[in-house]
């Protein structure tokens, strides 16, 4: 196993054969990532999981050898190989599944460092010998590795000395940085609990609702002297709250399934001008309820693209429904589409609720609803569901609303088929 | 339904305590009507805080049975409007809501008569029953502070 690619350039090679040599390792890693435009954090990885896998060549092999690649093919990565001559490692095995237990802390090193590098592959051969290869990818935003870079690189790793206290201190800020980060990923976790929590919050207050019904009227019709006419509107309101139930916990079962990346498409050349008109005959039934001013525009000609009928029908289904639900009656919903720039699109536009500047960027995460949105019921999963359905399709789907009260519009967009 | 407590206290239809009922969800808004329907109340109901608040401006009722979670208006609007306008009937609300009573409590600063949905019908009549109790004493206490 190599990691090794066509386009690699070497950096430096550092010989490891005294225990400073493994902190000058960490140290030429350190200012290598630098220069090679990684965050302070990936400088950290970097230097950390080099530093661990050459202090293991010196503590097991008696030394060995670091070499620094730059690796200038897309993307581009920093590759470290560090290898030994010493005896292997017997239980490489139990190390990488994370099984192996020993006293001296032995294998950690090695678990640690795949965990911070993007890439890990190691090979050992028992009596012959060990090589670890380490690759880092460098952020899309990092310049190109030019000779030029290169050249700055050298002279930078030549001009630094080691010096134990200095490299204390720098220890210390990674060590800060990595605290710090660590306080934002757990600000990060509450948040995202608190959110979950508001969502189970959300979960039971929707299902109590129609259950409240039918258990109600369950109770209603169990009384003596019902007449005809309550019996027949008892069964109807159990019938409707079932089927919301029924509904939300649908809802909730695909969203897990979304969320476990478990939705597979169907995917045939397709006419979204076919799935727009059977979307919309299925659609006048449920905004007779409502007196809303429904239309339709779509351009002439097909709108031809690769789909799954089914998935793309509960995507507009539920753009419109939303529509329906925030727009007060008297409102006006429309759905329009065309091609061009070689893609379809689809707008689903309404003069209902709106929504607000700080929800706007937010409306496709799961969970999210608007404080009025919350009044209107459901449990914030649609929009999250009908974005990932989008995007298996290569589509990419946008809101826009001019704030409160002033409508919403969002809009599909799909590759044109050739 | 039938057996209980204030059940048949004679009143003639006209005469019957009035109750307003206060829901989005329409299979729970007929629910709580045909409930008090057959308590012997005359029942008006109300999808949202705003049609409430309508209807409460017109009217006066015995017992204001109000859900939380409602568009346009909430239940926490509706009893904003009841504390400024009509203070007395804050005493003559049942809230039901389909969050439990701690979440509600944190969402509603009022302490009224509280429902958790689902809920037992007989347990919707005592509080609605004691509702009603108070709004008629209230009704004698007036009738005899003022002699007419």
Same mark, same amino acid.
């Given at each position: 196993?190599?990691?090794?690619?066509?386009?690699?350039?070497?950096?430096?090679?550092?010989?490891?054969?005294?225990?400073?040599?493994?902190?000058?390792?960490?140290?030429?890693?350190?200012?290598?990532?630098?220069?090679?435009?990684?965050?302070?954090?990936?400088?950290?990885?970097?230097?950390?999981?080099?530093?661990?896998?050459?202090?293991?060549?010196?503590?097991?092999?008696?030394g060995?050898?670091?070499?620094?690649?730059?690796?200038?093919?897309?993307?581009?990565?920093?590759?470290?190989?560090?290898?030994?001559?010493?005896?292997?490692?017997?239980?490489?095995?139990?190390?990488?599944?994370?099984?192996?237990?020993?006293?001296?802390?032995?294998?950690?090193?090695?678990?640690?460092?795949?965990?911070?590098?993007?890439?890990?592959?190691?090979?050992?051969?028992?009596?012959?010998?060990?090589?670890?290869?380490?690759? %880092?990818?460098?952020?899309?935003?990092?310049?190109?590795?030019?000779?030029?870079? +290169?050249?700055?690189?050298?002279?930078?790793?030549?001009?630094?000395?080691?010096?134990?206290?200095?490299?204390? &201190?720098?220890?210390?800020?990674?060590?800060?940085?990595?605290?710090?980060?660590?306080?934002?990923?757990?600000?990060?976790?509450?948040?995202?609990?608190?959110? %979950?929590?508001?969502?189970?919050?959300?979960?039971?207050?929707?299902?109590?609702?129609?259950?409240?019904?039918?258990?109600?009227?369950?109770?209603?019709?169990?009384?003596?002297?019902?007449?005809?006419?309550m019996?027949?509107?008892?069964?109807?309101?159990?019938?409707?709250?079932?089927?919301?139930?029924?509904?939300?916990?649908?809802?909730?079962l695909?969203?897990?399934?979304?969320?476990?990346?478990?939705?597979?498409?169907?995917?045939?050349?397709?006419?979204?001008?076919?799935?727009?008109?059977?979307?919309?005959?299925?659609?006048?039934?449920?905004?007779?309820?409502?007196?809303?001013?429904?239309? %339709?525009?779509?351009?002439?000609?097909? +709108?031809?693209?690769r789909?799954?009928r089914?998935?793309? &029908?509960?995507i507009?289904?539920?753009?419109?429904?939303?529509?329906?639900?925030?727009?007060?009656?008297?409102?006006?919903?429309?759905?329009?589409?065309?091609?061009?720039?070689?893609?379809?699109?689809?707008?689903?536009?309404?003069?209902g609720e709106?929504?607000?500047?700080e929800?706007?960027?937010?409306?496709?995460?799961?969970?999210?609803?608007?404080?009025?949105?919350?009044?209107?019921?459901?449990?914030?999963?649609?929009?999250?569901?009908?974005?990932?359905?989008?995007?298996?399709?290569?589509?990419t789907?946008?809101?826009?609303?001019e704030?409160?009260?002033?409508?919403?519009?969002?809009?599909?967009?799909?590759?044109?088929?050739? | 339904?039938?057996?209980?407590?204030?059940?048949?206290?004679?009143?003639?239809?006209?005469?019957a305590?009035?109750? !307003?009922?206060?829901?989005?969800?329409?299979a729970?808004?007929?629910?709580?009507?045909?409930?008090?329907?057959?308590?012997?109340?005359?029942?008006?109901?109300?999808?949202?805080g705003?049609e409430?608040?309508?209807?409460?401006?017109?009217?006066?009722?015995?017992?204001?049975?109000?859900?939380?979670?409602?568009p346009?208006?909430?239940?926490?609007?509706?009893?904003?409007?009841?504390?400024?306008?009509?203070?007395?009937?804050?005493?003559?609300?049942?809230?039901?809501?389909?969050?439990?009573a701690?979440?509600?409590?944190?969402?509603?600063?009022?302490?009224?008569?509280?429902?958790?949905?689902?809920?037992?019908?007989?347990?919707? !009549?005592?509080?609605?029953?004691?509702?009603?109790?108070?709004?008629?004493?209230?009704?004698?206490?007036?009738?005899?502070?003022?002699?007419?």
């Amino acid at each position: 196993v190599s990691l090794v690619t066509s386009h690699t350039l070497p950096i430096v090679t550092v010989l490891v054969r005294q225990s400073k040599d493994w902190i000058g390792a960490r140290q030429r890693a350190q200012i290598i990532a630098a220069s090679l435009g990684f965050s302070l954090q990936d400088q950290t990885r970097t230097s950390t999981a080099v530093s661990e896998i050459a202090r293991n060549a010196f503590e097991y092999a008696q030394g060995g050898k670091v070499e620094f690649l730059a690796e200038t093919g897309m993307p581009q990565s920093l590759l470290v190989r560090i290898s030994d001559q010493g005896p292997g490692i017997v239980e490489l095995d139990l190390i990488l599944a994370g099984r192996y237990r020993s006293p001296h802390g032995m294998g950690i090193g090695i678990t640690g460092s795949r965990t911070l590098m993007d890439e890990f592959a190691v090979d050992t051969r028992i009596g012959k010998g060990t090589t670890v290869e380490l690759r %880092k990818f460098l952020p899309r935003s990092a310049p190109r590795i030019t000779p030029e870079v +290169l050249g700055a690189m050298a002279t930078a790793l030549s001009r630094r000395p080691v010096d134990p206290l200095e490299e204390a &201190q720098h220890y210390n800020q990674e060590l800060l940085l990595t605290l710090e980060e660590l306080n934002r990923v757990n600000r990060e976790l509450q948040a995202a609990n608190e959110t %979950k929590d508001l969502f189970l919050a959300t979960v039971s207050h929707e299902l109590r609702t129609p259950m409240t019904a039918i258990l109600g009227w369950l109770q209603m019709l169990a009384l003596p002297t019902v007449g005809e006419s309550m019996r027949a509107e008892g069964m109807k309101a159990i019938e409707s709250a079932a089927r919301v139930q029924a509904r939300l916990v649908e809802d909730v079962l695909e969203a897990a399934k979304v969320q476990s990346g478990k939705v597979h498409l169907e995917l045939t050349d397709l006419d979204l001008r076919e799935v727009i008109e059977s979307m919309w005959s299925a659609l006048l039934p449920a905004v007779s309820a409502k007196s809303l001013l429904i239309g %339709k525009s779509i351009a002439d000609g097909a +709108l031809p693209i690769r789909g799954d009928r089914t998935r793309l &029908q509960q995507i507009l289904w539920n753009l419109v429904t939303n529509a329906i639900k925030f727009t007060p009656e008297q409102g006006t919903i429309t759905v329009s589409a065309t091609t061009g720039g070689g893609h379809v699109s689809v707008a689903v536009t309404d003069s209902g609720e709106g929504i607000t500047e700080e929800l706007l960027p937010h409306v496709f995460e799961r969970f999210r609803q608007g404080e009025n949105s919350r009044k209107h019921g459901g449990l914030g999963l649609g929009l999250a569901i009908v974005t990932h359905l989008v995007e298996l399709h290569g589509g990419t789907i946008s809101a826009t609303s001019e704030g409160p009260g002033k409508g919403a519009c969002f809009t599909l967009r799909f590759p044109l088929r050739a | 339904v039938d057996s209980l407590p204030g059940a048949g206290r004679g009143t003639s239809l006209t005469g019957a305590p009035l109750a !307003l009922v206060v829901d989005d969800d329409l299979a729970i808004r007929l629910l709580v009507t045909r409930i008090l329907e057959r308590r012997g109340l005359r029942v008006d109901a109300a999808c949202d805080g705003v049609e409430a608040v309508e209807r409460i401006a017109s009217a006066a009722y015995s017992v204001i049975v109000l859900d939380l979670m409602m568009p346009r208006l909430d239940g926490t609007g509706v009893m904003k409007y009841l504390a400024q306008y009509h203070p007395a009937q804050l005493e003559l609300v049942v809230v039901m809501s389909a969050y439990g009573a701690a979440a509600a409590d944190r969402m509603f600063p009022f302490r009224t008569r509280f429902i958790e949905k689902p809920f037992e019908v007989a347990t919707l !009549l005592r509080e609605v029953g004691l509702c009603v109790d108070a709004a008629s004493r209230a009704a004698t206490e007036q009738g005899d502070e003022s002699p007419s």
